[in-house]
């Protein structure tokens, strides 16, 4: 792909280890280059692959999607334009539940050597991105790592999260299940951060809180559109965080979606009623709702219209 | 495009009033058919649009998108497998506000010669139509319209919900700006409904729940991913809805998008990192995050090991 | 009790077909006088017990608590200052589920003649009080309501809402297990009402919800302390319900209560303890938290206090 | 009192560094004895109190009201019960904000020779103490504290959180304003703490969760009555928190309070009502809601039944 010309970008989805080989080579192909996080394996690694795109010019990008949610750009903004004032706390979580079945096999994002680690740069990573994002640099920091169950059944990743036991041999777990730390900011916010596979009942609840002088704010992957937002000076008696639907004109973004509360996905919603008819086509069947539905549907419409004009119970 | 033979399918997405037309002209040209809602002006005129698609044997829907959603299928499954048990109570809400403002203007869409009706067509259609879904026929109903806007300035619809006024003249809104009706069911299903473009905070809150003999649902779709059920079965102490996000496998459709708790919608935030790359490339500069960023987030990553396994803070 | 000079107050709390003849009788005694509701079971005698109470000068209330929760306190001062403007819609619903089982009894409750109704004076008259108290009077209204176990056991309540059932004979359940109504205000206010005991999963879901000009409320009995409030002038891209913690100096009532956030219950807490406490002086052991946890716990503060200055990790 | 025969129990409320010396003459006198928290000052103290009570044979318990919450009774109890299983997390924050204002001035509370410490020894210690309850004791930790704002005007607690500040003059903060510590605990659960006196919004965000391997609970003070708690066994597809309102008689404590869904506090509305009923009589004027809101209400009750038997609408 290196040498063909009409190929400008290069995306690289590989596993972990692989990232920095082809990034290297892509950049000396004058090729653009975005990469799936982490980057690399070690500093080293990444530090490479950097120099390669900054010496051969081309535009390079790194997967942190998290950043690109409107109501984390809308935060961004807030911070950006002092709303907030000076920050105090950023205290993230980001909990999964994937593997907490001991049965779930060895797969590879599981080995050290292939994946580089486990909760902490599959998920605590996206809340490292997101606090340099939003708060700056981080200055020092302690934390720990923690692997609940040490063993597992030998098996393979058959999509998704979803994984394939292969038998009954076992293999040592040599990355993290879990993740926690403390740190401090170049700017004196005190962080405060979990990344975890164990966590029940958590499927991807990637979220944060920002304390700020002036204001804070609360986000959650699992409501992506939804934003909470405090400010300190809103009028005693009346203040609490406002639950903001981030789907607004006001928004970055979505402006270009949908109407203001037809969240983000909603178009997926017409998507599955496409496909439904299609496969009624393909298949010959009627799929519903159809126009018998819209003759009973417009029914009802009359039968109201009529009681209001009435006001009288009507029969369907 | 009727006479055109590599077309095989009609979308209607035209106003209310040329629905009829356009869907008995593509129905006697065999077309297949998808009609926005609502399908017509009158139950006569859905009729005949009902019965030229009998008669010409194509495929037909209208697009009541709200069913669905995978919650809402998911619904429909749990209530068809008998889990709700018998149903007692239907409840919707379809509450907007986006004409609250008495200067919006007399778009299309507040002349009932366009339109057929205001919130009741547009969004209790949709309640209706969810209604009939899961719980089955009308029976009866009562029920009464409000215009509490009477007058408003002249104006067209420019895009969205968004509108822009023409000037000093004024007209009369011939459209409800809410509707209430209490309905029975077939089955014996007792509904509430209310739908309304004058509910303040309220910018696309279309949700229902309802109450059977063994459980009960709710669902809102500006949280269109989660669903909470309650089953009247569950240990006694531990009853309470469950709040389940449904984007897992077992839920309708979702099987084919993203691991559980990536929320449909989750797609787009890739969307956004790419349109800032592609926006980098065209007017050459560097996006954010990148591989500098990578970099950064790595060492990050290395101190958090090295602490980890050193019981030490770590300075960056 | 009402020959005696030493009681100034009668409060009435017997069953409701009682009322009337108690009331008058302390009005006649001179007694002020605090009544359960509904008042009476019709509308005569609730007259002629105003008339009583009336004539004789007595202080009167009814114990529409509701009223008196410190979140709907502050939503009435909201209103009455014009915070919500021109009130469009009132939505009340009050929902519970303990009379779900077709076994459960038929108590008092369920006689037509000792309750004179079932949802409808139990818990819709709570919605219907606080509709009155904060929207106005009634102008009109529409509504039906519904049985939907018919027949049930005889039996007894034996407290609270728990009841004992006396054997095989049934008898004919002659009140409503749920009741819905559309009316309208004297202000113009479009108002909803659903009242059920069918509605599983609700404990006791006294909820409402207010649209105005300029704002919007929401309350929720299930989680009393809290209030949601909207404003249409608060900035765009800012706007959402505000949770509001109603437990401030600003509310009323709560001013003497505890620091803001520890809610109205918070006492009873400590009332725990101290029954814990008694309990064990009485039957002579030695309950928990004690001056063991004490000493405990104050080794662990001390060993964060030590890690916070030595940057180590301190074992316990 | 200590002399005095007829006082069996002391409860020391003085501010902390009094405590021990209390205790213990109050333990050599053979009275029982609560203590606010935190016990002393220092370990050493503490263990000379927990020693006078043992030689002394007297009742002794230190006010951690937060574990006789009902809702955390009941999970103290899921877990003893197995129905979490291993516990690999336990993740808890005490979030307040009533210092933020650098004006606030410098009170006891914030001088370390009085108070001990900050945020910690205040809300960080009843996160300690709800740890050591639920899942055991602490094994190792790392930590740091903050003080956010160093110097503050001097002056006074004047009830509640409140305080007056006393002029130009300021003195310097000598405790934390905020604390965050990882720790691992004897039987291997990974919990991560924060409490802040700085997180605008959070007015007493007294919160926890915790991760076993067969379910999970979340808990918040600000929604005390509440309780989240999830299983792992739970059907696939039906998964999901289940948000459980902690007033049943299955639940510690409240069998002896209200209805289910009445939550703890409910009481107080009728203590308001009272108030006013009380206030109406002293100072001579007719308290609403009283016998004529009883006469409308009930106006409406009987139009509610005319509509449902007539099926028409009914004015009033």
Same mark, same amino acid.
């Given at each position: ?6 190929? $400008?970008?290069?995306?690289?989805? =590989?596993? !972990? ?32 692959? #950097? ?14 999607? #998290?950043? #690109? ?74 934390? =720990? =790592?923690? *692997? ?43 962080? *405060? ?12 609840? &990637?979220?944060?809180?920002? &304390? ?12 992506? &559109? ?6 300190? $000076? ?10 903001? !639907? ?22 997926? *919603? ?17 799929? *519903? ?7 009973? !549907? ?11 004009? =009435? ?6």
């Amino acid at each position: 792909m290196i040498e063909r010309d009409d190929i $400008d970008v290069i995306d690289i989805v =590989t596993p !972990n280890h692989t990232h920095a080989e082809i990034a290297i080579a892509a950049a000396e192909a004058g090729k653009h280059i975005i990469s799936e996080k982490p980057l690399a394996l070690t500093v080293e690694e990444a530090e490479q692959m #950097y120099e390669a795109v900054k010496k051969h010019k081309v535009k390079h990008m790194i997967c942190h999607n #998290y950043r #690109y949610v409107p109501a984390v750009q809308y935060i961004k903004k807030l911070i950006d334009d002092g709303r907030l004032g000076r920050i105090y706390h950023f205290r993230a979580n980001y909990l999964q539940d994937w593997i907490m079945d001991p049965n779930f096999p060895l797969v590879w994002r599981l080995k050290k050597e292939v994946s580089g680690s486990g909760a902490l740069g599959d998920i605590g990573a996206h809340s490292i991105d997101l606090a340099r994002f939003l708060i700056g640099e981080f200055k020092e920091l302690v934390g =720990t =790592t923690e *692997t609940f169950i040490k063993e597992r059944p030998i098996g393979e990743m058959s999509g998704g999260l979803k994984a394939q036991s292969g038998g009954n041999e076992v293999g040592e777990v040599t990355v993290d299940d879990a993740v926690a730390f403390i740190a401090r900011f170049e700017n004196g916010t005190l962080g *405060t951060f979990e990344a975890s596979r164990f966590a029940g009942g958590n499927r991807n609840k &990637n979220k944060f809180e920002i &304390n700020g002088e002036k204001g804070s704010v609360r986000w959650d992957m699992e409501n992506m &559109n939804n934003l909470e937002v405090f400010f300190q $000076d809103d009028e005693p008696g009346l203040q609490g965080f406002r639950l903001i !639907n981030c789907t607004e004109e006001h928004h970055p973004y979505v402006g270009a979606y949908w109407p203001a509360g037809h969240i983000i996905g909603y178009e997926h *919603t017409f998507i599955h009623l496409i496909h439904e008819f299609m496969k009624g086509i393909v298949e010959d069947y009627q799929p *519903t709702p159809n126009f018998e539905d819209g003759v009973k !549907n417009q029914k009802v419409l009359e039968a109201i219209d009529q009681s209001s004009e =009435t006001k009288q119970w009507v029969k369907l």
